[in-house]
T-cell receptor, first 111, second 114 residues
């Protein structure tokens, strides 16, 4: 089945720095979703992307649907301590089927 | 608006005991998903329902696992008998049926089997 590869697996950054992470697939996806999981909680939907080339923002977060439809990027500007968590990308496997999730990028912010 | 509700939030049980996890999806959502999350395997889909009907249970690890959805507002995941390797966080998620892909997750149940 389709797989999503996220990089980096983990990252440590200083508060105030910008963050970039990405998600790639060997197959074309028609929708990309980005979730954040806080420690001890369930994943929360951050941004949904539906169209190749689309750029969508949610506060300090910006996500892009890659033009090849095989990748997506998430950027966080001016990181703060509450950005700590695991960021997952996800997309529909094919047709009307459930989501495939990446393994996540674990973000740590050093104050 | 209430999100997905799961209970209990934490469960500690002894090997061999029956465990029942509960989920109430978001009102109006008619697709429901059960996931298991571990450090080693990440987030795994166990089973999902559309309109209370199980559609795909290929992710259920063994016959010890079973799930039901008796009505649109309630689902259970049962493990009988439980084993230490079942220790994980179990999430329930729901979404609107049809073309929308966005799933909304509950807070999870952390299961520890000793």
């Amino acid at each position: 089945g389709q797989q999503l590869n996220q990089s980096p697996q983990s990252m440590f950054i200083q508060e105030g720095e910008d963050v970039s992470m990405n998600c790639t697939s060997s197959s074309i996806f028609n929708t990309w979703l980005w979730y954040k999981q806080d420690p001890g909680e369930g994943p929360v939907l951050l941004i949904a992307l539906y169209k190749a080339g689309e750029l969508t923002s949610n506060g300090r977060l910006t996500a892009q649907f890659g033009i090849t439809r095989k990748d997506s990027f998430l950027n966080i500007s001016a990181s703060i301590p509450s950005d700590v968590g695991i960021y997952f990308c996800a997309g529909p496997n094919s047709g009307n089927t459930p989501l495939v999730f990446g393994k996540g990028t674990r973000l740590s912010v050093i104050a | 608006d209430a999100g997905v509700i799961q209970s209990p939030r934490h469960e500690v049980t002894e090997m061999g005991q029956e465990v029942t996890l509960r989920c109430k999806p978001i009102s109006g959502h008619n697709s429901l998903f059960w996931y298991r999350q571990t450090m080693m395997r990440g987030l795994e889909l166990l089973i999902y329902f559309n309109n209370n009907v199980p559609i795909d249970d290929s992710g259920m690890p063994e016959d010890r696992f079973s799930a039901k959805m008796p009505n649109a507002s309630f689902s259970t995941l049962k493990i009988q008998p439980s084993e230490p390797r079942d220790s994980a966080v179990y999430f329930c998620a729901s979404k609107i049926s049809g073309g929308a892909y966005e799933q909304y997750f509950g807070p999870g149940t952390r299961l520890t089997v000793t």
